[in-house]
């Protein structure tokens, strides 16, 4: 998303047609550019990108317990009402994009134990409005995270363990599909 320079904030111009001119209502909008096919010509792209998939792996550094401002963007973006959801017509949780699986790849600045009641939380709970609050709001499966623990002071054999885990893993959902 940075090297090609994806813009993260929904505005205006994310429609070729505007549905409601006079004011910004970023769902409505993108409900009608969803039925009239009106994105955006790169903001269509990663929506088709998206929409083609069957595994959706979303990669990022836990930022503020979350993913970084470039990809909770891109959310924003992509999983637009009528593309992820669609908002009033069919009720959240109802299966939308039941078809597809997705899952979470994050490197921490915190060891794994560090994730506890007592300090950042469990990281279920950390996770929780990413695993629960987006994909399966959208009705994907949600796939258990891989998360690199430590990942900024970890030597380079730790870094290669992960790299190899998160390959097998990897290679295992494609092989399960």
Same mark, same amino acid.
């Given at each position: 998303?940075?090297?090609e320079?994806?813009?993260?904030?929904l505005?205006?111009?994310?429609?070729?047609?505007?549905?409601?001119?006079?004011?910004?209502q970023?769902?409505?909008?993108?409900?009608?550019?969803?039925?009239?096919?009106?994105?955006?010509?790169?903001?269509?792209?990663h929506i088709?990108?998206?929409?083609?998939?069957?595994?959706?792996?979303?990669?990022s550094?836990?930022?503020?317990?979350?993913?970084?401002a470039? /990809?909770?963007?891109?959310?924003?973006?992509?999983?637009?009402?009528?593309? @992820? !959801?669609s908002?009033? %017509? =069919?009720?959240?949780?109802?299966?939308?994009?039941?078809?597809?699986?997705?899952?979470?790849?994050?490197?921490?600045?915190?060891?794994?134990?560090?994730f506890?009641?007592?300090?950042?939380g469990e /990281?279920?709970g950390?996770?929780?409005?990413?695993?629960?609050?987006?994909? @399966? !709001?959208?009705?994907? %499966? =949600?796939?258990?995270?891989?998360?690199?623990?430590?990942?900024d002071?970890?030597?380079?054999?730790a870094?290669?363990?992960?790299?190899?885990?998160?390959?097998?893993?990897?290679?295992?959902?494609?092989?399960?599909?």
């Amino acid at each position: 998303l940075y090297r090609e320079g994806f813009d993260p904030v929904l505005t205006e111009r994310d429609f070729t047609e505007r549905a409601i001119p006079e004011r910004l209502q970023p769902m409505d909008e993108q409900l009608h550019a969803a039925g009239g096919h009106t994105f955006a010509p790169d903001l269509a792209r990663h929506i088709d990108l998206f929409t083609a998939a069957d595994l959706l792996v979303l990669v990022s550094p836990m930022w503020w317990f979350s993913v970084s401002a470039m /990809l909770k963007g891109w959310i924003d973006r992509v999983f637009a009402n009528g593309i @992820a !959801y669609s908002y009033p %017509q =069919v009720p959240a949780w109802s299966g939308f994009l039941a078809s597809k699986r997705g899952m979470l790849v994050m490197t921490s600045s915190y060891e794994r134990e560090q994730f506890r009641a007592d300090r950042v939380g469990e /990281l279920r709970g950390v996770l929780h409005p990413l695993l629960y609050g987006t994909l @399966a !709001y959208t009705g994907m %499966q =949600v796939l258990e995270p891989f998360i690199a623990y430590a990942a900024d002071s970890v030597d380079d054999e730790a870094r290669a363990g992960y790299l190899g885990e998160l390959e097998d893993r990897l290679r295992e959902l494609s092989a399960d599909r």
